[in-house]
């Protein structure tokens, strides 16, 4: 019998590199400071880590603005350092995922470089999307950039380029040859030098449809696409449901032609991971049909409240919806794109909902110095860094908080991280969230990770769909209590503020809570906790 492809219900550590671990002190983290800590990522019981980008870039978007998709940026190392990780990280028997970003490249690209040295209608402009402005001299169209303002920059000879993120990162035209053909180079780039799959940047994002039309409502669909606000949930779907540059049929047909390359690599069994954030949900099956994907990002956890209802719907959708496409889902708390689970749901509460995610089927995904419990970085509006702040002048605050370095040892910042001076500050209260701390306390988040990860391999990776057994709409639900049992697991989570007893046979192996009384067939399951149970 084949054994179970390793991505399917993989653990898989996403690093940041600028903020893991700094090799030579100038404050911020590198390739080679990664590879000296992979012994650490290895003993949280991972399968793989997931390396944002460490491409050669002017960093004007943490490195997503790509000048040289096929080489390594000084400030991470080189092609050696990165060859080196690789190596490491196989000896230790961990998968490496690279990011690929195809929907932009920086403007620092030598192709967008040649583009502006050359006349309007040339190759070279072809390859991303140049137009003419409209007859009044404004932007071809009113399309409002995904960081803020228009979403269309005026270049010396008048004509406009598109970019849906900063102005730095122009998007690539994907419907020229050259751009597909480039891509496969460096997905081949890549994979030749090692790596086991990627994670695919804006995958939703690389055909565009009607750019010559205005939206009818560019506003309404710029604060429909943004997370941080509150809207009218019925009137946000009917605008993300046809976005004119989100989820064409088009970027199906690339996916395609990329899985070929990755069953080319036969046995190394190369995955991918599509980063498509699309509406209504069912569109997100379509990025991993058989022939095209290997997983979907499912970002409903990244801003569910604690909330039986709602995870229950949320969960039980993922599950149902790529079941009709034979795959399983993704679960992800957190990523560098988002408020840290901690800061957003609160401590007891993230580590019962981590604890219920690691159960599910499918792969779960941990963002670096999630299983610290690490809050987000308390910044100043002067560290800032991210172009979504500084585009929209401080409306939105951006995702620097969750991008600060990761506190390794000692009482003081930057808490082992570099010898430097850290790229973003790091407080004074983290003393009690570094690694070395964590490790020496039995009820930390570490620890809970870890015993949670090793336990999940050991009784739940492979055992199948699960039975809801406490839930709205199964068992006699007690407010705010979710239950199912997978393989020979029941798992509670107990989101209210009381406890409750639950009339279960077998042995509790491990809770969120930390203080669990030996097997009784009723125990108490702890407010605002998630118990494992083994019969
Ligand atoms: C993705 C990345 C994000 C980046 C954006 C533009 O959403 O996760 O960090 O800013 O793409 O590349
Ligand atoms: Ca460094």
């Not at 994979?191 to 565009?208: C, E, N, P, Q, T």
């Not at 930390?444 to 039975?467: F, M, P």
Request: hydrophobic share 40%; net charge negative; with cysteine.
């Amino acid at each position: 019998m084949k054994s179970m492809p390793w991505w399917k219900e993989a653990v898989i550590y996403q690093i940041y590199p600028r903020s893991f671990y700094d090799s030579n002190g100038d404050g911020e983290g590198d390739l080679q400071g990664i590879t000296s800590r992979l012994e650490y990522v290895k003993s949280l019981g991972v399968d793989a880590i997931w390396l944002s980008p460490f491409y050669t870039s002017p960093n004007k978007d943490g490195g997503y603005d790509v000048a040289n998709p096929r080489d390594v940026d000084p400030r991470f190392g080189d092609l050696s350092d990165a060859k080196a990780l690789i190596k490491r990280a196989h000896d230790l028997n961990l998968r490496v995922i690279a990011d690929i970003v195809p929907n932009h490249f920086s403007d620092q690209h030598e192709w967008f470089q040649s583009a502006l040295q050359s006349q309007p209608g040339s190759a070279e402009r072809n390859r991303f999307h140049f137009y003419d402005a409209k007859a009044d001299g404004t932007p071809p169209n009113n399309w409002i950039s995904l960081f803020g303002g228009p979403s269309w920059t005026q270049v010396a000879d008048g004509q406009y380029y598109l970019h849906l993120f900063d102005s730095s990162q122009p998007d690539l035209n994907w419907e020229n040859a050259d751009v597909n053909a480039d891509f496969e180079e460096t997905l081949r780039f890549w994979l030749d030098l090692g790596v086991d799959g990627f994670r695919i940047d804006v995958a939703h994002g690389l055909v565009k449809e009607e750019i010559g039309k205005d939206h009818p409502d560019p506003t309404g669909l710029s604060n429909a696409l943004r997370l941080d606000v509150d809207m009218d949930t019925a009137l946000r779907n009917s605008l993300l449901e046809s976005v004119p540059y989100f989820d064409r049929q088009g970027v199906h047909e690339i996916y395609r032609r990329w899985r070929k390359i990755f069953d080319s690599y036969g046995d190394r069994e190369v995955m991918a991971v599509a980063e498509a954030w699309v509406h209504p949900p069912i569109n997100a099956t379509r990025y991993v049909r058989s022939d095209e994907l290997h997983q979907v990002f499912n970002f409903d956890l990244l801003t569910a409240p604690f909330e039986s209802a709602f995870l229950y719907d949320v969960i039980s959708r993922s599950i149902e919806l790529n079941a009709t496409v034979n795959a399983l889902p993704t679960w992800a708390l957190s990523n560098h794109d988002s408020p840290r689970v901690a800061s957003r749901i609160g401590d007891h509460q993230s580590r019962a909902l981590a604890l219920f995610v690691f159960a599910l089927p499918g792969s779960a995904y941990i963002f670096a110095g999630q299983e610290l419990g690490l809050p987000d970085g308390e910044l100043e509006n002067s560290d800032r860094q991210d172009p979504s702040f500084i585009r929209s002048n401080g409306e939105i605050k951006g995702r620097d908080g969750a991008r600060v370095p990761l506190p390794w040892s000692g009482d003081v910042p930057p808490f082992g991280f570099s010898t430097g001076k850290p790229w973003l500050p790091m407080q004074q209260s983290w003393s009690a969230f570094t690694v070395e701390i964590e490790k020496s306390d039995p009820s930390s988040v570490l620890n809970l990770y870890t015993a949670a990860l090793a336990l999940r391999a050991q009784h739940l990776t492979g055992a199948g769909v699960i039975a809801w057994l406490e839930s709205p709409s199964h068992g006699a639900m007690r407010e705010g209590l979710l239950a199912f049992r997978r393989g020979s697991i029941t798992v509670y989570m107990n989101l209210s503020g009381q406890d409750y007893a639950v009339e279960v046979e077998g042995q509790t192996i491990i809770t969120s809570s930390g203080d669990f009384t030996a097997s009784h067939i009723v125990r108490v399951v702890p407010a605002c906790s998630t118990m494992w149970i083994l019969n």
